[in-house]
């Protein structure tokens, strides 16, 4: 019902900055709840950050506030998490999902994109 497609992962150093876009189309919805997570090898998925457009709060981990920002553009329908600050414990694919009930929770939320590798370099 609806399809989200991450972008803007790569490889990174240390100290450095990534923007990552999330392209929602389908049955979309403003009043979705967007988050964003993240997945390293061997661990669960994380909680990053999450958007609520009709509240205008955001959420983030603490392992990530003061480094990153979500955002989101209801006209492109598109959601969005700039990085920066990267440290290698931020290397993971990212994902980002709509439609969460529970915010922090993975199993909480509805679609999933496809996740785009992010890697950050010493």
């Known amino acids: 019902q609806v399809q989200l497609v991450e972008s803007g992962g790569g490889l990174v150093q240390a100290g450095g900055s990534l923007r990552l876009s999330c392209a929602a189309s389908g049955r979309t919805s403003s009043g979705y709840v967007m988050g964003w997570f993240r997945q390293a090898p061997g661990k669960e998925r994380e909680f990053v950050a999450a958007n609520s457009w009709s509240s205008g709060s955001v959420l983030y981990a603490d392992s990530v506030k003061g480094r990153f920002t979500i955002s989101r553009d209801n006209a492109k329908n598109t959601v969005y998490l700039q990085m920066n600050s990267l440290k290698p414990e931020d290397t993971a694919v990212y994902y980002c999902?709509?439609?969460?009930?529970?915010?922090?929770?993975?199993?909480?939320?509805?679609?999933w994109g496809q996740g785009t590798q992010v890697t950050v370099s010493s």
């Open positions: 999902a709509a439609g969460g009930r529970t915010v922090t929770a993975a199993l909480g939320y509805d679609y």
